[in-house]
């Protein structure tokens, strides 16, 4: 089992945004890479709830860019109208080019189109985290859910890995709490959100790698494309 993500042990990330892609293509492409990516973890559905403070401090840092930054959520597992099992709340902190996670477990809940409203309420309260993480939990409300598929690859020395995100939905959490799922954005068909994942000890060979894709580095984050597209 991998150790949990801390400062310590950090590692760099990097994004690709490819458009109009088709899986299976994609998938072929990088098992012919000279890294050699293979399938190392079955497909599966994530789920955040993403948390932020009234005025988006989350949200506005990562649009600007600081240095210091961090993203609150739950995450589980599976699908999203039905029981969430093994939730996280995981804080998620960058500073530069790394990132790291603290994580929490919190209770199993039911999410159904009225559900979550009444779940995440109480997370401040009872999540047995940190004082600090607890604080920034309390500071915060639920903001937004999305929902995508990810599929995990990983390098032949093991040191690089991928994963492959599609099919984002969003969910606006204002209108989960009067129970109308039905207001939500995707990202469309034939996006794909590539994101390579390392150890800062293997820095040296990422151009190496990145270079061989045909695909353009950028800036993305799923939670600001989420703002973006419900509310703004």
């Given at each position: 089992?991998?150790?949990?993500l801390?400062?310590?042990?950090?590692?760099?990330?990097?994004?690709?945004?490819?458009?109009n892609?088709?899986m299976p293509?994609?998938?072929?492409?990088?098992?012919?890479?000279f890294a050699?990516?293979r399938?190392?973890?079955?497909?599966r559905?994530?789920?955040?709830?993403?948390?932020?403070?009234?005025?988006?401090?989350?949200?506005?840092?990562?649009?600007?860019?600081?240095?210091?930054?961090?993203?609150?959520?739950?995450?589980?597992?599976?699908?999203?109208?039905?029981?969430?099992?093994?939730?996280?709340y995981?804080l998620?902190?960058?500073?530069g080019?790394?990132?790291?996670?603290?994580?929490y477990?919190?209770?199993d809940?039911?999410?159904?189109?009225r559900?979550?409203?009444?779940?995440?309420?109480?997370?401040?309260r009872?999540c047995r985290?940190?004082?600090?993480?607890?604080?920034?939990?309390?500071?915060?409300t639920?903001?937004?859910?999305?929902?995508?598929s990810?599929?995990?690859?990983?390098?032949?020395?093991?040191?690089?890995?991928?994963?492959?995100?599609?099919?984002?939905?969003?969910?606006?959490?204002?209108s989960?709490?009067?129970?109308?799922?039905?207001?939500?954005?995707?990202?469309?068909?034939g996006?794909?959100?590539?994101?390579?994942?390392y150890?800062?000890?293997?820095?040296?060979r990422?151009?190496?790698?990145?270079?061989?894709f045909?695909?353009?580095?950028?800036?993305?984050?799923?939670?600001?494309?989420?703002?973006?597209?419900?509310?703004?």
């Amino acid at each position: 089992m991998s150790r949990p993500l801390t400062e310590e042990n950090g590692r760099f990330e990097r994004k690709f945004v490819i458009q109009n892609a088709w899986m299976p293509e994609v998938t072929l492409l990088l098992r012919n890479h000279f890294a050699r990516f293979r399938e190392i973890y079955p497909d599966r559905r994530i789920n955040n709830v993403y948390f932020d403070s009234h005025n988006l401090e989350s949200y506005h840092d990562s649009v600007d860019g600081l240095r210091s930054r961090y993203k609150a959520r739950v995450r589980w597992y599976g699908k999203m109208l039905d029981e969430a099992r093994n939730p996280v709340y995981e804080l998620k902190v960058k500073k530069g080019l790394i990132g790291w996670k603290y994580k929490y477990p919190v209770e199993d809940f039911g999410v159904t189109r009225r559900g979550i409203s009444s779940m995440v309420r109480g997370f401040g309260r009872d999540c047995r985290c940190s004082p600090v993480h607890t604080d920034i939990l309390k500071r915060s409300t639920p903001v937004l859910v999305n929902s995508y598929s990810r599929k995990y690859l990983g390098s032949a020395d093991n040191r690089y890995r991928l994963t492959l995100d599609t099919d984002l939905k969003v969910y606006d959490i204002y209108s989960m709490r009067c129970g109308n799922l039905q207001h939500l954005t995707d990202m469309g068909p034939g996006k794909i959100i590539l994101e390579i994942k390392y150890s800062p000890d293997d820095d040296n060979r990422i151009d190496a790698i990145t270079n061989a894709f045909p695909f353009r580095l950028s800036k993305s984050s799923k939670y600001v494309d989420s703002v973006n597209d419900l509310y703004l």
